[in-house]
């Protein structure tokens, strides 16, 4: 077990943002991503208590959908958080990015530590989310949770007629690679800096770090912890909350 869930440094507060605002359009049409139903719960209530899970996280900070922070809220009233966690509702904006920033901005001053979570990513294992403090807490400013990749990766460029099939312009070395999750954990002051400095469009908060110049280090992922992206994935997540329970005896 480690230091992370057993204790609680003295003065060290970790803080969870959660961006779960997006449509979700590649799942297809329905409600938002985040209030899609896992087994009859919100994707959201998920990963919100995937991060209360450790009790090293004291307070969650969800980024709600477009009009939707009234029904996060109470979604969120309906399924109790663990007495040690706190949580605040904030809306969300139009990219992702823009969705943490806001969710920043509503940070109470006396956290030290943040992790920012997406809620796509509903069953990251409370020891996945343990090892990302534990890596900030020994000093790294930034830390990612990753897996070793399956599938060769290629680099493509555009077809010259559109339609046409896209060439293959390199190799890239997989044992090199990995396909980076979340939480990723970070030194508050750090990631706030890199949202005020770094304006290209990113896909993770890691890579507005590394963009500062700051070295950004990896701890192992965990295959549960697969972002919900299209159909498919629903069943995945499903099928992982059924051998859940069956394991836990329910
Ligand atoms: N997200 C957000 N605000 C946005 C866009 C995305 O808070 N404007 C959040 C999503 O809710 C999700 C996380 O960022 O929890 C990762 O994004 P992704 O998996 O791409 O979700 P969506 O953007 O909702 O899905 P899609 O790209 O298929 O529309
Ligand atoms: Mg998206």
Do not use: C, W
């Amino acid at each position: 077990m480690s230091d992370v869930s057993r204790s609680s440094p003295a003065g060290i507060r970790t803080a969870a943002v959660i961006p779960a605002a997006g449509r979700g359009v590649r799942l297809g049409p329905g409600a938002p991503k985040a209030l899609r139903a896992l087994n009859g719960t919100p994707m959201l209530i998920h990963a919100v208590h995937a991060m209360a899970a450790s009790r090293a996280v004291s307070l969650v900070v969800v980024v709600a959908p477009p009009g939707g922070a009234a029904e996060v809220k109470s979604l969120l009233d309906a399924h109790a958080l663990p007495e040690r966690t706190d949580f605040l509702v904030v809306p969300g904006g139009d990219s992702r990015q823009e969705s943490v920033k806001l969710g920043l901005d509503a940070l109470p001053p006396d956290y030290d530590i943040v992790l920012v979570h997406d809620a796509a990513r509903p069953l990251v294992p409370v020891d996945t989310v343990d090892a990302v403090i534990e890596a900030v807490r020994g000093g790294a400013v930034a830390v990612v949770p990753a897996l070793p990749l399956a599938d060769t990766v290629k680099q493509v460029e555009p077809a010259a007629t559109p339609g046409e099939p896209e060439p293959v312009v390199a190799t890239l070395e997989r044992a090199l690679l990995r396909a980076v999750q979340t939480p990723q954990g970070f030194d508050r002051a750090t990631l706030i800096r890199a949202h005020e400095t770094v304006t290209d469009n990113v896909t993770d908060d890691a890579s507005m770090v590394e963009q500062l110049g700051l070295t950004v280090v990896v701890v192992p992922g965990h295959e549960e912890a697969f972002k919900v992206t299209r159909p498919l994935d629903l069943v995945l997540a499903e099928a992982v909350l059924a051998r859940r329970r069956l394991n836990d005896g329910f």
